[in-house]
Nanobody, 128 residues
Framework: QVQLVESGGGLVQAGGSLRVSCAAS????????MGWFRQAPGKEREFVAA????????IYADSVKGRFTISRDNAKNTVYLQMNSLKPEDTAVYYC?????????????????????WGQGTRVTVSS
């Protein structure tokens, strides 16, 4: 079992930056690939970014590419999502997720059903 706790959400103006964090506990963090997803009101949960267990590989949704950066610190059991140039459409609850799967390529990391563990989410609101 892996427990995930997100933090760092809040209210920010358009064009601003915010970093959300996800602290993991319960199992060996470095055994898990990690992902960030988000869910806006009335919409489906969507993929944002993911990072391999080692941190050497990352993948991003087209909507955030070039603005968001995912990273991890295995010594601190934490994954981060640095969000720059925020837009009102980035407003959502952001969830981190963990999966022990190790498959070829990165595309599978975009699929939410690949993840076994989820946090409770942290709300990010971007004002215009």
């Amino acid at each position: 079992q892996v427990q995930l706790v997100e933090s760092g959400g809040g209210l920010v103006q358009a064009g601003g930056s915010l970093r959300v964090s996800c602290a993991a506990s319960g199992r060996t963090f470095s055994n898990y690939a990690m992902g960030w997803f988000r869910q806006a009101p009335g919409k489906e949960r969507e993929f944002v970014a993911a990072i391999s267990w080692s941190g050497s590989s990352t993948i991003y949704a087209d909507s955030v590419k070039g603005r968001f950066t995912i990273s991890r610190d295995n010594a601190k059991n934490t994954v981060y999502l640095q969000m720059n140039s925020l837009k009102p459409e980035d407003t959502a609850v952001y969830y981190c997720a963990a999966t022990p799967s190790r498959k070829n390529g990165l595309e599978w990391m975009q699929v939410r059903y690949e993840y076994d563990y989820w946090g409770q989410g942290t709300r990010v609101t971007v004002s215009s």
